[in-house]
Nanobody, 115 residues
Framework: QVQLVESGGGLVQAGGSLRLSCAAS????????MGWYRQAPGKQRELVAT???????NYADSVKGRFTISRDIAKNTVYLQMYRLKPEDTAVYSC?????????WGKGALVTVSS
């Protein structure tokens, strides 16, 4: 099993930056991919960015060029660096792990972007 703990959410003005962290623990060697998803009020959860075990990244069109997903293998941590934030980026951001085909989620971190 895998445990995921997010940190780094908060309130930021439009145009600002934030970095989210997701620390993984447990059977991390069986994780195929990790990523970030978000859910805005009244909307469905959507993919933000993913990174595979081999380091291949994927981004939602809405965040390409503004967000960067990365990882520190030694720290078992995945990051989401967010630049040029917009009010529409306001959401609960959740860390996800694909563990041998099973989904694991963190509790989520609230990101609020004020206009």
């Amino acid at each position: 099993q895998v445990q995921l703990v997010e940190s780094g959410g908060g309130l930021v003005q439009a145009g600002g930056s934030l970095r989210l962290s997701c620390a993984a623990s447990g059977s991390i060697f069986s994780i195929n991919a990790m990523g970030w998803y978000r859910q805005a009020p009244g909307k469905q959860r959507e993919l933000v960015a993913t990174i595979t075990r081999s380091g291949i990244t994927n981004y939602a069109d809405s965040v390409k060029g503004r967000f960067t997903i990365s990882r520190d293998i030694a720290k078992n941590t995945v990051y989401l660096q967010m630049y040029r934030l917009k009010p529409e980026d306001t959401a609960v951001y959740s860390c996800h792990a694909d563990y041998t085909g099973m989904d694991y989620w963190g509790k989520g971190a609230l990101v609020t972007v004020s206009s």
